[in-house]
């Protein structure tokens, strides 16, 4: 399954949408990995590129929602705080020689988590935004 900005998923804000579309790339190339039994290898860099990309995803977002003063940001930000909390400690289990199968099927199920967040919460960030 490859995953695409979509229009149930996009957002309306050009920045929020734009990096959506990165991610989705760097998934992309997880999967494309997998599926020619090179999967261990691309694990490590993407789950980097995840780590990375939270970190300044989410500090944009946060900082959308507190510029516009967006109601749910608290729950946003807990949302957060936990999913990179939960990343780091996968990206912490997977050992240096490459990740197993377990390991990347815990990774696409932590990534699903996140799809389904843009797809409710982030969709809601940007009605939102564009009531502002």
């Given at each position: 399954?490859?995953?695409?900005?979509?229009?149930?998923?996009?957002?309306?804000?050009?920045?929020?949408?734009?990096?959506?579309?990165?991610?989705?790339?760097?998934?992309?190339?997880?999967?494309d990995?997998?599926?020619?039994?090179q999967?261990?290898?691309?694990?490590?860099?993407?789950?980097?590129?995840?780590?990375?990309?939270v970190?300044?995803?989410?500090?944009h977002?946060?900082?959308?929602?507190r510029?516009?003063?967006?109601?749910?940001?608290?729950?946003?930000?807990?949302?957060?705080?936990?999913?990179?909390?939960?990343?780091?400690?996968?990206?912490?289990?997977?050992p240096?020689?490459?990740?197993?199968?377990?390991?990347?099927?815990?990774?696409?199920?932590?990534?699903?988590?996140?799809?389904?967040?843009i797809?409710?919460?982030?969709?809601?960030?940007?009605?939102?935004?564009?009531?502002?």
């Amino acid at each position: 399954m490859r995953y695409q900005l979509t229009p149930d998923l996009e957002t309306g804000n050009a920045q929020i949408d734009g990096e959506h579309r990165e991610l989705f790339l760097r998934i992309n190339r997880l999967l494309d990995a997998c599926s020619v039994g090179q999967g261990r290898e691309e694990a490590g860099p993407a789950l980097q590129f995840l780590l990375d990309y939270v970190n300044t995803h989410f500090q944009h977002e946060e900082s959308l929602q507190r510029e516009a003063g967006y109601p749910n940001y608290p729950g946003h930000h807990t949302f957060h705080t936990g999913y990179v909390k939960k990343l780091r400690a996968l990206a912490a289990d997977i050992p240096s020689t490459g990740a197993t199968i377990s390991d990347l099927s815990l990774l696409n199920r932590h990534l699903g988590t996140l799809i389904t967040h843009i797809k409710v919460e982030d969709k809601k960030l940007g009605a939102f935004l564009k009531s502002r």
